[in-house]
Structure formats: structure tokens, C-alpha cells
């Protein structure tokens, strides 16, 4: 399977620190997004980097890439209880049409 | 402006039989895409199209059929509905033929195959 991999699994941080979620991946990539599912809902894309990128901010987010180690990062910084959801991270490569998903990250914040 | 609409959020199907779930945008999308989401699984790529008159098989295609006879319409169709299938099915829509845009999603249908 091509599917990417985030770790961890499963994050529980308290309100106003810092969550880091990682995701790897298998192929070389045209680009990486990051998206966010809250329970019962559609995913919300949040932010996407391009392989030609190593770093990317929006508002509390911060996305690096690291291609070498085929691997990426989503930073949510003074985390809110609202920050509450799954994460995923998703990415297409090569003249493929296919934008193929990791397993997701369930981050709680506590308030 | 809608985004991408699915239909119907919830449906119960016996096994053997057939439905469509509906996707439609009004963004004049060229890529369309569904997908299954099933616990500790991700989402799964079922059928993909670029345009009208282009599909193509994702992942997990078998059980499956797609048609885009126009840009803005996207049917999934369950030729012979089995427990297998019981999942959130997610149709996703994003400008130009390699999904390099933001993809935008329905908010989902839930099946359940009994």
C-alpha cells in the first residue's frame, strides 16, 4: 500500500500547548496538505506545501517537509479546545491523479 | 455557492441491492473523487475522474461504478450492496486535473449494509 503514515495515533495535550503530528510517506510527491476532520463532518483542508518547500505557516499552523526522509510535520501551536478533530495528511505524486491519505491522528485538547 | 453536496447522509441497505449516492459541485471542477472511510483505515480512493467522460479506478474500485457525463455531477453507484460496504463515503472536488488545489469534501454519507 502506498498510504501514508501518521504518528502518533492518538495525542491528548492540554489547552495551550503545543501538538506536533508527523506523517511519512512512501513515493516521491508533487505536494503535501494537511486536513482536519471534526466527528461526523467532511474533512476541512487546513494548508498545503509543495515539494519544492521546507516550511509553511497559516495562523497557528506550521507545516515543514523533509523530503530527503520522505516526511512532513503539522505544528498547532497554543492549542484550543476547538483544535479538538482528526488529522490527516494527504499527497499526489508524479503525473498520478491520485491524492492518496494517511490513517489520521485523533488530537485531543483538554480545556 | 454549495461546495460539493452528497445524498443521501444516511441510507440502510440490504445485501443484493443497488443504490447511487449523488455528488454534485458548483465550483466547475474538472477532478472529482470519492472515497470510503472506515475506522483505523484512513480514507480510500474508490473512483477518480479528471473531466467529463474521464474516469478511472482508485484503490478499492471493486463493488463500485462511476459515469461523469457532466463536470458537475459525480454518481456512486453499489451494483450489489454487501456488509463489506457499510462506510462513510466521502465525494471530494478540487480545481484542475491533478489535485494540487485544495480539495473541498462533501459532509458524507453513511451506509450500513445489513
Known amino acids: 500500500s502506498q498510504q501514508g503514515e501518521e504518528d502518533p495515533q492518538a495525542l491528548s495535550i492540554q489547552e495551550g500547548e503545543n501538538a506536533t503530528m508527523n506523517c511519512s510517506y512512501k513515493t516521491s510527491i508533487n505536494n503535501l496538505q494537511w486536513y482536519r476532520q471534526n466527528s461526523g463532518r467532511g474533512l476541512v483542508h487546513l494548508i498545503l506545501i509543495r515539494s519544492n518547500e521546507r516550511e509553511k505557516h497559516s495562523g497557528r499552523l506550521r507545516v515543514t517537509l523533509d523530503t530527503s526522509k520522505k516526511s512532513s510535520s503539522l505544528l498547532i501551536t497554543a492549542s484550543r479546545a476547538a483544535d479538538t478533530a482528526s488529522y490527516f495528511c494527504a499527497y499526489t505524486g508524479g503525473a498520478n491523479s491520485k491524492l492518496t491519505f494517511g490513517k489520521g491522528i485523533t488530537l485531543s485538547v483538554r480545556p | 455557492n454549495a461546495g460539493v453536496t452528497q445524498t443521501p447522509k444516511f441510507q440502510v441497505l440490504k445485501t443484493g441491492q443497488s443504490m447511487t449516492l449523488q455528488c454534485a459541485q458548483d465550483?466547475?471542477?474538472?477532478?472529482m473523487s470519492w472515497y470510503r472511510q472506515d475506522p483505523g483505515m484512513g480514507l480510500r480512493l474508490i473512483h477518480y475522474?479528471?473531466?467529463?467522460?474521464?474516469?478511472d479506478q482508485g484503490e478499492v474500485p471493486n463493488g463500485y461504478n462511476v459515469s461523469r457525463s457532466t463536470t458537475e455531477d459525480f454518481p456512486l453507484r453499489l451494483l450489489s450492496a454487501a456488509p463489506s460496504q457499510t462506510s462513510v463515503y466521502f465525494c471530494?472536488?478540487?480545481?484542475?486535473?491533478?489535485?494540487?488545489?485544495?480539495?473541498?469534501f462533501g459532509e458524507g454519507s453513511w451506509l450500513t449494509v445489513v
Open positions: 465550483m466547475n471542477h474538472e477532478y
Open positions: 471530494a472536488s478540487s480545481y484542475g486535473r491533478i489535485p494540487g488545489n485544495t480539495i473541498y
Open positions: 475522474s479528471v473531466g467529463a467522460g474521464i474516469t
